[in-house]
């Protein structure tokens, strides 16, 4: 059995949505010091919708697939779909991670509800309400 699947090599040779957004409404940065892996996700937000996102990171192949899927998965969505994406969507749309992979999906998680942190921190009156 290989160790990626096709969709993570794919991901990983022809990453989608790389790239900075200059006027970007939200961006977030994380990173894992034990693995050295950094994200840096960026949000164009319009009328509560995903208009654009792209990321950059600096990390291994796993990273690079989960930051390119996971940019995938939210653009074009409303806000709300995309503070619900959660890791283990990720990986499962990269028809899976090696276990000791699955940090690179929480980091695209966690990239993405710090760029939503970010946009809302600036804009507020968007963000949701407390319950």
Excluded: W
Excluded at 30 to 41: F, L, Q, T
Excluded at 48 to 76: N, Q, R, W, Y
Excluded at 82 to 95: G, I, P
Aim: charged residues 30%; glycine residues 6%; contains cysteine.
């Amino acid at each position: 059995m290989a160790l990626y699947s096709e969709k993570v090599m794919d991901h990983f040779r022809n990453p989608r949505n790389v790239g900075v957004i200059e006027d970007a409404d939200g961006i977030g940065e994380v990173g894992n010091a034990k693995c050295g892996d950094i994200m840096k996700m960026y949000l164009k937000i319009k009328d509560d919708t995903i208009e654009d996102v792209k990321f950059e990171t600096f990390g291994c192949g796993s990273a690079i697939a989960s930051s390119s899927m996971a940019t995938e998965l939210i653009k074009g969505k409303p806000v709300a779909d995309a503070m619900q994406l959660t890791n283990k969507a990720v990986a499962e749309a990269l028809d899976g991670l090696p276990d000791y992979k699955m940090h690179c999906s929480v980091l695209a998680e966690e990239a993405i509800q710090s760029a939503l942190e970010d946009y809302y921190k600036k804009h507020p009156e968007k963000a949701p309400a407390k319950e």
